[in-house]
């Protein structure tokens, strides 16, 4: 069975600081990996996946993650935090839509990650 | 908007009551998809459709949670003789294919006193 972990419940870092968010999964075959932020009264909100190809990928917001296959990682990072973007962040894993069987599309989602953000 | 819509945002109820919660998913979507995110936790898959059938239900924790898309759009998750631990947000995500980009709504926050 699929299954993520967020090691860090709470990060803080102050504004204008790089942010790394650790996230790493356990999949039987390649996976289809995904971050999505959380704001209060608000739908979560896809900033990025990785299907395939290039192991580094960017998303919105100047969000940026990468596949790691050796250590199954996929940290979320960015250079320079702004105020927004505080908020709680999930990294999710997906089977492969393309492998067949019921269960594509069904993400399993890590506990998240709450990033408070200091002036 | 033409965004995923769930009704209502807020849901106060007794135990042992019932209640359905309402999708309205991005017109045109053919998958829809049903999590349920306790408080300090990621969401949880609950159920899958494929137009109007359940592709996969394994994630219903039991037979007092069910639900239906009779049309192949609209869902109602309808929940049986509610507990206090089901209280949790429950959300909801359309896609156009299955295993495309899920689009999520807002959320029907359950409480039950």
């Known amino acids: 069975a699929q299954s993520v972990t967020q090691p860090d419940i709470h990060i803080t870092v102050s504004e204008g600081a790089s942010l790394e968010l650790r996230c790493n999964y356990s999949?039987?075959?390649?996976?289809?990996l995904f971050w999505y932020v959380q704001s209060p009264g608000q739908g979560l909100q896809l900033l990025l996946k990785?299907?395939?190809?290039?192991?580094l990928v960017q998303g919105i917001k100047g969000f940026e993650a990468e596949f790691k296959r050796s250590q199954s990682s996929f940290n979320l990072r960015k250079p320079s935090v702004h105020w927004s973007d505080a908020a709680e962040y999930f990294c999710?894993?997906?089977?492969?839509?393309?492998?067949?069987?019921?269960?594509?599309?069904?993400?399993?989602f890590g506990q998240g990650t709450i990033l408070t953000v200091h002036p | 908007g033409a965004g995923v819509s769930q009704t209502p945002s807020n849901k106060v109820t007794e135990k042992g009551k019932y209640v359905e919660l309402r999708c309205d998913p991005i017109?045109?979507?053919?998958?829809l998809y049903w999590y349920r995110q306790s408080l300090g936790q990621g969401p949880e898959f609950l159920i899958y459709?494929?137009?109007?059938?359940?592709?996969?239900d394994s994630g219903l924790p039991n037979d007092r949670f069910f639900a239906v898309r009779p049309e192949g759009s609209v869902s109602t998750l309808k929940i049986q003789r509610t507990e206090r631990g089901d209280s949790a947000m429950y959300l909801c995500?359309?896609?156009?294919?299955?295993?495309?980009?899920?689009?999520f709504g807002p959320g029907t926050r359950l409480t039950v006193l």
């Open positions: 999710a894993v997906a089977a492969d839509p393309n492998a067949g069987g019921t269960s594509y599309g069904k993400l399993t």
């Open positions: 459709f494929q137009g109007t059938g359940a592709a996969d």
């Open positions: 999949y039987g075959a390649t996976p289809y």
């Open positions: 017109s045109g979507h053919t998958a």
């Open positions: 995500a359309s896609s156009a294919l299955a295993g495309g980009r899920q689009f």
């Open positions: 990785y299907f395939s190809g290039d192991t």
